[in-house]
């Protein structure tokens, strides 16, 4: 069974940094690509990153690109999510998904990071 | 970047009702779309790809359609269960998802 982890959600201040985790098993975590998604309180889907199989590919949303780095560590079965210059506008349940054939098929339970002083 | 609205943002509706949601892409998008549900407290589960193929054990009373830069998902007959937040997603250039719809129950 395909289960996807997301940890390291927390209460952080305004311009503050933050790492997510996202512990990856029941499949072969180095053969997909992978994402973030998030969703703030209340509000709609929002697609953050996606990184390739091997780490050396990655895309970005216009709202986090330049303070948010996604990275991935095949040999832990991991992906992680960096976020720098955290702003209230980042509050929100961060959601690991796999992807799969262009689709996000499997998803995390989420994480909740929020952004306040 | 490709721009998904979705309409309407809320829906009301009775178990047993006929339901369409709409969607649309802000350019051609071909039929790379896909449709999710989303329950509240829960993670989104994809239910259509390729803007017409349903996703394995998806009852059959959803169906979606359409091509380019219109599609909709349509709820044949409305099932207590299927009462939920409904978005549409592109998948032809990064990936993008409409606002949502909230079917509620009338």
């Known amino acids: 069974e395909v289960q996807l982890v997301e940890s390291g959600g927390a209460l952080v201040q305004p311009g503050g940094s933050l790492t997510l985790s996202c512990a990856a098993s029941?499949?072969?975590?180095?053969?997909?690509?992978m994402h973030w998604v998030r969703q703030a309180p209340g509000k709609g889907l929002e697609w953050l990153s996606h990184?390739?199989?091997?780490?050396?590919?990655?895309y970005y949303a216009d709202s986090v690109k330049g303070r948010f780095t996604i990275s991935r560590d095949n040999a832990k079965n991991s992906l992680y999510l960096r976020m720098n210059s955290l702003r209230a506008g980042d509050t929100a349940i961060y959601y690991c998904?796999?992807?799969?054939?262009?689709?996000?098929?499997?998803w995390g339970q989420g994480t909740l990071v929020t952004v306040s002083s | 970047d490709i721009q998904m609205t979705q309409s309407p943002s809320t829906l009301s509706a009775s178990v047993g009702d006929r339901i369409t949601i709409s969607c649309r892409a802000s350019?051609?998008?071909?039929?790379?779309l896909a449709w999710y549900q989303q329950k509240p407290g829960k993670a989104p589960k994809l239910l259509i790809y390729?803007?017409?193929s349903l996703e394995s054990g998806v009852p059959s009373r959803f169906s979606a359609s359409g091509s380019g830069t219109e599609f909709t998902l349509t709820i044949s007959s409305l099932q207590p269960d299927d009462f939920a937040t409904y978005y549409c997603q592109q998948y032809i250039t990064l990936w993008t998802f409409g606002q949502g719809t909230k079917v509620e129950i009338k």
């Open positions: 990184i390739d199989t091997t780490g050396s590919t990655m």
């Open positions: 390729r803007a017409s």
């Open positions: 350019q051609s998008i071909s039929t790379w």
């Open positions: 998904v796999r992807l799969e054939q262009h689709l996000l098929t499997s």
């Open positions: 029941g499949f072969t975590f180095s053969g997909y690509e």
